[in-house]
């Protein structure tokens, strides 16, 4: 399945659909004297603004760490086919990314103390996911957060936990395999700055460790590896209904996006089973940097409150990294649908497919997500 190639026009026409919206949220603040404290109303806020999609799921970082991988692996790519062909030159095509993901992802919060003025709720994640490049690598990698959240009122929380990973991949250009795992905190945060407008926070540091080991000419050459990986994401997200907009259908919503991304890994000079020192692709430092933005769509499903249809479609552009060779192709657009069923209030299952697309098709992605959130 691919998208049209698309053109600057394109790119400056999301953006025009997507300003203005954010010039509609009003800067109504929440009510000075806040009601109690109801945890069935802090979680429909939360739902309504964005914020809970926003705080539990890992789609984000996902693609993120799929371009990565994309760029370090065309990069090793190249170095290989210039090596056994004697050229200089490697046609960008032949490196070009062209992936299938699986993800399947629960997420669930437990209230575990509070009072009127405050809660405190046990987050856990489980999270699994299968990378498939055809030819080229194929990797999967399972993830489990638990943590703490705390909200101090109907329109924020907090939260810090322990993520751990564990991911392992099979190289097919060549004969290899990497295992790592990893372990480190994370910090969330969100804001209801207005009914109409909120704002997302999400921070981690992971520290990897494990091997890789790759066959050559015959002797298999085993490295350790060591390292570590810092993720920001900044995300404002506006959300608008038919009580704003009159001319929405009952029942659906109307949002807009604008979000920074930051990666950033930093590795441990290694020596291999050869005594050799190892040499990263991108040196001991690689960063990336992306902005984003969108508009977004919901409704009901035939008047059904309990089925939820949606879709989005994201604009980005790498702003700053230093893994843009051989594949320069920072532009792209990300186009998202999908299908919510809702039977219980904090209770929601989504199937959800996401189209990634760079602008001169360097760089491609199909996604396939389920998502179960139970809260109670």
Not at 92 to 113: C, H, I, K, N, T
Not at 175 to 202: C, K, M, N, S, Y
Not at 215 to 221: F, H, I, Q
Request: glycine content about 6%; overall charge neutral.
């Amino acid at each position: 399945m691919h998208m049209p190639v698309f053109s600057s026009h394109t790119c400056q026409c999301l953006l025009a659909l997507t300003l203005p919206l954010f010039c509609i949220a009003e800067p109504v603040l929440a009510e000075d004297k806040p009601a109690p404290l109801d945890k069935m109303l802090w979680s429909r806020s939360m739902g309504q603004s964005g914020l809970r999609r926003f705080y539990s799921t890992d789609a984000d970082l996902g693609e993120v760490l799929n371009r990565q991988s994309s760029y370090l692996l065309a990069n090793r790519l190249e170095t290989s086919t210039k090596a056994s062909t004697k050229s200089n030159f490697v046609d960008p095509q032949v490196l070009a990314s062209s992936v299938e993901s699986y993800v399947g992802q629960f997420d669930s919060l437990l209230p575990v103390a509070g009072n009127q003025e405050h809660l405190w709720l046990l987050r856990t994640l489980v999270r699994t996911a299968q990378r498939l490049e055809i030819d080229k690598v194929q990797s999967r990698n399972n993830r489990y957060d638990l943590g703490m959240l705390y909200v101090p009122d109907q329109n924020s929380y907090f939260g810090l936990g322990l993520a751990m990973e564990n991911t392992s991949a099979t190289l097919r250009y060549t004969t290899g395999q990497t295992d790592v795992q990893a372990v480190g905190p994370r910090l969330d945060a969100g804001f209801r700055i207005t009914p109409l407008l909120a704002l997302g926070l999400r921070i981690e540091q992971l520290r990897f460790t494990g091997d890789n080991a790759v066959a050559a000419r015959g002797t298999s050459v085993t490295r350790p590896l060591d390292y570590q990986r810092n993720y920001i994401q900044v995300e404002s997200i506006l959300r608008l209904s038919p009580q704003q907009l009159h001319w929405l259908p009952a029942g659906s919503q109307l949002g807009a996006s604008a979000a920074v991304y930051l990666l950033d890994s930093r590795y441990q000079p290694e020596l291999n089973s050869l005594g050799q020192a190892v040499t990263e692709p991108f040196g001991n430092h690689e960063h990336l940097k992306i902005m984003r933005t969108g508009i977004f769509y919901s409704t009901t499903l035939a008047g059904n409150t309990k089925w939820n249809p949606y879709t989005e479609l994201l604009l980005d552009r790498e702003f700053d990294t230093n893994m843009s060779h051989p594949l320069d192709d920072r532009t792209g657009l990300i186009w998202k649908a999908g299908l919510a069923w809702l039977p219980a209030p904090g209770k929601r299952i989504s199937l959800e497919y996401q189209r990634s697309q760079s602008r001169h098709d360097l760089r491609e992605r199909d996604n396939f997500l389920v998502v179960a959130i139970f809260d109670f």
